[in-house]
């Protein structure tokens, strides 16, 4: 399914995490306006390096060089004949799209520059050189996503707080698992203000990495998830029948067979309802849809008002903003189910596929949704129903991987699952 990817990455893989400090702020990127060519140019055995990769791939071709997960990756495409290199290292806010001369190796910045705010050009030779920093450890397959060579040159975002120490954690990997954040390390030359706190990382249940894996999203951490390495306790959540903790989900199915069937009741839209709910509100679900006018959320499950914690965004991608609002519902208002709900013919999914540059906003959530494109790009199927789908699993995924999420899921006060909503027929059914 996925051979090219896991043949790039199996040498990244084989070889001991290192240190990464997964929040560290080392500069900011802006977009440029125009292309800014730069004298930085790949060395030789880098540019034979692409260019095998480039004649595995074809002339429309995409790959990851190297990825951890949704949010460290570096690829390379070769879309109408150019070679495109892009890195995003969330953790270290580095995100950098260029282009590669085949012929002499140069970049030509694209995206990334101002990353310290030395002029343009200065910039982005800056980036471009960083950018060839990644794409060195991607062929040396070493960690790409140490801050290490970017702390020591930024000061201008050091009112921060110290820095997260996190003990060291071990995990064994599988081939097609990315390699997953890691502790921050000792000793290193500066220290910024993690983004998120890291610990969460450990907190949380052992998980399935795979996309297209069968298996279910269990209402509690199922035991053979204990198989993979942790050197962290685990917490077990309340024990409690499993049904229970699957009722949301049930009602929302039974909404949305009545909205198929015409059969719809508008359940709490009256009057009554609305002094109910202005005392106190109890919704029994969170759900996370795309803002896709085919897909709004308390019409397909046929629900009303206060039932149903609603967040919608382009694509239903997660951001700090929307993990917020989750943590927010759960641990406020008490939900304890949440739905991440993809649909067919998404459009911004579409238009990421398409590929081709974007304005800086939507390109933010195109480079949300970016990963699932690698993910689908060798299953059978349609590539763009596929990638939705590869997407709404990563969002899940991503919301596992979220510090305060993670703890409320260990604790048993928090399911999450993956729905697929189909605009052709209305209907809503668990995304495996
Ligand atoms: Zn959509």
Known sequence: MRKFAVFVLLGALSLPLSALSAGDWVGYVTYTPKPVPTAVAMDAAGLKWLKDTASRLGPDGFTFL?????????AFNTKGGTWVLQVHDEGAKFNFRGLVSPKTGKLTVEKGVQWEGLGRQADAN?????????????????????????????????????????????????????????????GKPVSMKPKTPVPAKQAEPAKKEMAASPMEEPAAPAPAMAATAMTTPKMMPPQ?????????????????????????????????????????????AIVLACSDSPAPP?????????DLVVIRTAGEVATDVELGSIEYAVDHLGVAYLVVMGHRDCSIVDETLKGGDLPANIEAV????????????????????????????????????????????SEGRLNVKAAYYDTMTGKVSELP
């Open 66 to 74: 190297g990825r951890r997960d949704a949010d460290h990756w570096i």
């Open 126 to 186: 800056k980036s471009a050189t960083l950018a060839l920093e990644y794409a060195a450890k991607a062929r040396a397959a070493k960690d790409l996503f140490s801050s290490e060579p970017m702390t020591a040159t930024v000061g201008t975002m050091s009112s921060a707080k110290p820095e997260t120490k996190m003990p060291p954690m071990e995990k064994k990997m599988a081939p097609s698992e990315p390699k997953k954040a890691v502790p921050a390390s000792e």
């Open 240 to 284: 409690g029948p499993a049904s229970a903790a699957e009722l949301p989900w049930k009602r929302l199915l039974e909404g949305n067979k009545r909205f198929v069937s015409g059969k719809v009741t508008h359940p709490d839209q009256s009057m009554a309802r609305i002094e109910e709910i202005s005392k106190e509100q109890k919704p029994f």
């Open 298 to 306: 308390e019409v397909v499950f046929d629900q009303g008002l206060g």
């Open 366 to 409: 195109a480079a949300q949704i970016r990963p699932a494109v690698e993910g689908a790009r060798f299953l059978k199927g349609d590539l763009l129903d596929n990638t939705v789908r590869e997407n709404t699993r990563n969002v899940v995924k991503k919301i596992k991987d979220t510090p305060a999420l993670a703890l409320a899921i």
